[in-house]
Nanobody, 121 residues
Framework: QVQLVESGGGLVQPGGSLRLSCVASGSILSINRMRWYRQAPGKERELVAAITSGGSSNYADSVKGRFTISRDNAKNTVYLQMNSLKPEDTAVYYC???????????????WGQGTQVTVSL
């Protein structure tokens, strides 16, 4: 089965950095869009960053200039480099991807299970 697995979350002090990774595995033919979302307690899930198969990226205003999304198509992996972290960045971060599997012929939405990022002293 196709699966997305996030890693790299953890506890970090304000001003610190973390690098999240999301690896897609399974019978994958191709991956189109990949995105990072986050959800803080009591808040709606929000789009943090998105990247196309060609590498074009987009960011939420709250993270522009601090976060960078990238992907390695050969490794079926998307990354989120998070710098200058703030307490308000604390959330569960979720990976999303549109993936076409072998013998499917169409793209399907896949979500990772999330990785906790906590920014605190």
């Amino acid at each position: 089965q196709v699966q997305l697995v996030e890693s790299g979350g953890g506890l970090v002090q304000p001003g610190g950095s973390l690098r999240l990774s999301c690896v897609a595995s399974g019978s994958i033919l191709s991956i189109n869009r990949m995105r990072w979302y986050r959800q803080a307690p009591g808040k709606e899930r929000e789009l943090v960053a998105a990247i196309t198969s060609g590498g074009s990226s987009n960011y939420a205003d709250s993270v522009k200039g601090r976060f960078t999304i990238s992907r390695d198509n050969a490794k079926n992996t998307v990354y989120l480099q998070m710098n200058s972290l703030k307490p308000e960045d604390t959330a569960v971060y979720y990976c999303y991807a549109d993936i076409a599997a072998y013998y499917s012929g169409s793209y399907t939405r896949y979500w990772g299970q999330g990785t906790q990022v906590t920014v605190s002293l």
